[in-house]
């Protein structure tokens, strides 16, 4: 496992990697902070790091930059199948924690809660990558982010999803 530090500007993230996939993407103050890095992990320069790099510099610059680097998250099954319906949600879109809790059913074989799937996209090993920004209550409150609130009111309103005049998303009658 190797590690780099980023600089973004809604603060310095550290991205890890096993040398062919991104493991890990953290802002360096949020909660879980480095929670699949294992101490004492050495500071590299590695091509993947470049990607990931230019990935963060046109997403912050409001582009919609694919994923063209290997991503690969640990977890538990659980957590892997939300972190896998995370990356479904699509930039500029939110999802609810129950809407995201009947998407991981089938994959899992119960309906676990959104409670669960609270926990699940908190424990997000790869932020920004893997949108867990992008998911709110069920009334459009923005609630949870292991990077802080006003990170995710930034990042929703970068992405078009929330106003300046508001910290509550709109959602539309289904």
Avoid at 5 to 32: C, E, I, K, R
Wanted: glycine letters at 12%; hydrophobic letters at 35%.
């Amino acid at each position: 496992m190797r590690q780099r530090q980023l600089a973004t500007p809604l603060g310095t993230v550290t991205v890890a990697s096993d040398g062919a996939a991104l493991t890990g993407l953290w802002f360096n103050d949020q909660q879980h902070f480095g929670s699949t890095l294992p101490p004492g992990t050495p500071t590299e320069n590695l091509a993947i790091f470049d990607q990931i790099n230019t990935w963060l510099t046109g997403y912050f610059a409001g582009q919609q930059p694919p994923v063209t680097f290997p991503v690969r998250p640990t977890g538990t099954h659980l957590r892997e199948a939300v972190w896998a319906v995370l990356r479904t949600i699509p930039y500029g879109e939110v999802r609810t924690y129950g809407e995201l809790a009947k998407a991981v059913t089938p994959v899992i074989g119960h309906n676990p809660g959104a409670r669960a799937v609270g926990n699940a996209v908190g424990h997000n090993p790869i932020s920004l990558v893997i949108p867990c920004h992008r998911v709110i209550g069920r009334t459009g409150e923005l609630v949870g982010y292991a990077g802080g609130l006003d990170r995710k009111k930034t990042l929703l309103r970068l992405e078009g999803c929330l106003s300046a005049e508001s910290d509550q998303v709109v959602l539309e009658k289904k």
